[in-house]
């Protein structure tokens, strides 16, 4: 099982990211994976102009939307996702 994800800034690709995931992993942990890894990514590019640090993250997966706006989750994957969220945020970033 596989799972991509891309970064854009403006219409210009500056990351792609492919994973190769075990065979055990479930759709879901793919999609969590996958916007870990574009947090994970969005963290290490550099921008320049503070008011352009917005970003937008596109899924299709309503289980994981609705298991981040669930306070009591605390699943593994769903936590690192909250973390990076908040890493990114202290640092002006607006998701």
Known sequence: MGS??????????VAQIKLKL???CS????EHLAIIK???T?????????S???????TDSRI????LHNANNHAYLIEEIRKRLSTLEDSKWKI
């Not at 759709?27 to 793919?30: G, M, T, V």
């Not at 969005?42 to 503070?50: A, G, M, P, R, V």
């Not at 352009?52 to 596109?58: E, G, N």
């Open 4 to 13: 991509g994800v891309v970064i854009f800034v403006g219409q210009e690709i």
């Open 22 to 24: 075990h065979s055990r």
């Open 27 to 30: 759709n879901n942990q793919a």
């Open 38 to 40: 574009a947090l994970e």
């Open 42 to 50: 969005k963290e290490s590019i550099n921008t320049l102009d503070n």
């Open 52 to 58: 352009s640090r917005i970003a937008t993250v596109f």
């Open 64 to 67: 994981t939307l609705d298991s």
